[in-house]
């Protein structure tokens, strides 16, 4: 019998975690540990391991097979093109502090689209040989282009099959042209939302008749789209957080169920205003506070809610090929399932890598509209796009559900080469792997109620939770 290797991590329960690459993990005590080092394992190990997945009888017998298959599921491959992020204008009716874009004010010429520009992109778009297309529109305020998200849907809705677009917009001024656009089926609504009144107009609106604007607009956006068609995103300075209650309280009022939250990001004009290079330990433990304050809420209430980022952790460590957040993959190959078209023309891997380039770091473009995709500087960042081999990682029982993310470390860092757990990408997905495992491995009946709801299942599985002893 030949056991796969397993990493391991001590709990706060007094046992250690063990996971294998594939994904499969379990907790045991020191002394099954001492057992496996020393390579003097026991008929009941050797069980446990053979009937979880951990074990195999020989090289190409049907549990090692079953492992390969589970271990290959966890990587991410890249498929075709179908995902572009357009942003036709830099321009921006707000002036807010944490802007990780480094937007230009509303009247600022010279940020926009030309006509050659949307042409080429149009054209661009009319090669790709996909059938299904995503298209996000981002700025600046992308609502301040409405004739150019006109014709990129037009175009879009004619040459593809499927076609469905999500507009990046602060809600600050919607025309009636542009209720009309929001409301269309196929069209979906993003915007910030930073807790209550007083933080969202500290952070972002700065007085009183712009606080009002937005959240009449809000609430607008809501009685005419509908809840379920608007996402509604907040950032964070964890230096002074809003209190996890008041965060929930606000979402729940609008009948927003998932939330995403964000730590104000280390792009942009956020450089200059916020401490942002590393803020992995006060954002761990608002982040934890926060995941509790949503259990406790989901145990009285008829309706649940979610903090999105922590339910796509927990549902990576619970089954495989769950890839479809471009923040968390491995590989995490950039540049060909989806891509930036900047203001002018420019082609980015991906956002970040569009402001990493803005502020003058490092030229991570590939190529514009007008000459075609150049990817020659960023295959030496996907060469190394991978954890599976990277000396902080293989021995950490988390590899399989983690990934990387290259372009953050080069805007923190201005190098890949850190070691991982010196980085505030290892340092917040330790913790927040940490607080997964502790609640599937806890007995509070409130806990397991919101697990089995961020999992998708009816009720709690206690064989989520196996134990050696």
Not at 250 to 262: A, C, D, H, K, Q
Request: hydrophobic share 40%.
């Amino acid at each position: 019998m030949q056991v796969v290797p397993l990493k391991f991590r001590p709990t706060n329960d007094g046992l250690l975690l063990f996971a294998d690459d594939a994904g499969g993990y379990f907790k045991a005590d020191q002394s099954f540990l001492q057992r496996y080092a020393e390579n003097k394992l026991n008929q009941a190990d050797i069980h446990f391991l053979d009937r979880n997945g951990h074990a195999f009888s020989a090289i190409g017998d049907l549990a090692y097979a079953g492992f390969e298959y589970r271990f290959a599921s966890r990587l991410y491959s890249p498929t075709e093109l179908d995902y572009v992020i357009l942003v036709p204008t830099l321009r921006c009716n707000l002036a807010c502090g944490y802007c990780q874009v480094s937007r230009v004010n509303e009247t600022t010429p010279g940020f926009d689209w030309t006509d050659e520009t949307l042409n080429a992109v149009l054209k661009f778009l009319g090669g790709l040989p996909t059938k299904r297309i995503k298209v996000e529109f981002q700025g600046g305020e992308p609502l301040l282009r409405l004739d150019v998200i006109r014709q990129v849907q037009a175009f879009c809705r004619s040459k593809f099959e499927h076609s469905e677009f999500v507009v990046c917009t602060n809600l600050q001024e919607v025309s009636s042209e542009a209720w009309a656009l929001l409301q269309e089926p196929d069209v979906f609504t993003s915007t910030s939302l930073d807790s209550d009144r007083a933080t969202h107009q500290a952070q972002r609106t700065k007085s009183a008749e712009k606080t009002s604007a937005f959240f009449d607009n809000l609430a607008e956006a809501i009685d005419r789209l509908g809840a379920d068609k608007i996402s509604a995103l907040p950032t964070i300075d964890p230096a002074k957080p809003p209190p996890a209650a008041t965060v929930i309280d606000t979402f729940v009022n609008y009948g927003i169920r998932s939330i995403y939250l964000r730590p104000v990001n280390y792009q942009g004009f956020a450089r200059k205003q916020f401490n942002a290079l590393s803020v992995a330990s006060n954002w761990n433990r608002y982040h934890s506070s926060f995941i509790d304050a949503l259990i406790d809420y989901n145990w009285e209430a008829s309706a649940h809610i979610e903090e999105f980022y922590f339910t796509h952790c927990l549902r990576r460590v619970l089954r495989s090929g769950h890839n479809h957040h471009v923040d968390l993959r491995n590989p995490n190959i950039i540049g060909y399932s989806y891509l930036v078209i900047d203001h002018d023309g420019k082609f980015y891997p991906t956002d970040e890598a569009r402001m990493v380039s803005r502020v003058g770091q490092f030229d991570l473009s590939m190529g514009d509209v007008f000459s075609g995709i150049e990817r020659d500087k960023i295959e030496t960042l996907n060469a190394e796009a991978l954890n599976n081999f990277h000396p902080d990682c293989v021995h950490c029982p988390y590899q399989a559900f983690c990934g990387v993310d290259l372009v953050d470390d080069l805007s923190r860092y201005r190098r890949i080469d850190l070691p991982k757990h010196l980085t505030d990408f290892c340092q917040r997905h330790m913790y927040i792997f940490d607080k997964v495992f502790s609640l599937i491995y806890s007995a509070d009946p409130k806990v397991q109620k919101s697990l089995a709801i961020w999992a998708g299942a009816v009720e709690f599985d206690p064989s989520l939770s196996k134990v050696h002893r």
